[in-house]
């Protein structure tokens, strides 16, 4: 399984970006797809979640403005993000956890995305 994210770039504080994350590679069970980050000096922190059952998780900090959402088949994840602040300027990487087949799993990563939110 390969992940590519795509959808960074420079905007200004207050803007909004749509990132998304292409899956190629057919898996037997996805158990969740998943937005991290990682700013310069800090350690990476997961933003938003989805599991297979629909349920989505949220970090405090972009509750209210970013939306993780994915297609019907679960080859695109999306993360909207609005209202974003410099804080937000970070690498995204996004991530699916899931298995090939019923005996192996799989925590696949992207190759990240940077985005960077001028103030």
């Known amino acids: 399984v390969q992940l590519q994210a795509s959808g960074g770039g420079l905007v200004q504080a207050g803007g909004s970006l749509r990132l998304s994350c292409a899956r190629s590679g057919s898996l037997f069970k996805i158990e969740a797809v998943g937005w991290y980050r990682q700013a310069p000096g800090k350690q990476r922190e997961v933003v938003a979640s989805?599991?297979?059952?629909?349920?989505?998780t949220y970090a405090e900090s972009i509750k209210g403005r970013f939306t993780i959402s994915r297609d019907n088949d679960w080859k695109v994840t999306y993360l909207q993000m609005t209202s974003l602040k410099s804080d937000d300027s970070a690498v995204y990487y996004c991530?699916?956890?899931?298995?090939?087949?019923?005996?192996?799993?799989?925590?696949?990563w992207g190759q990240g995305t940077l985005v960077t939110v001028s103030s």
């Open positions: 989805i599991t297979s059952g629909g349920s989505t």
């Open positions: 991530n699916v956890r899931g298995f090939y087949d019923p005996w192996t799993a799989t925590d696949a």
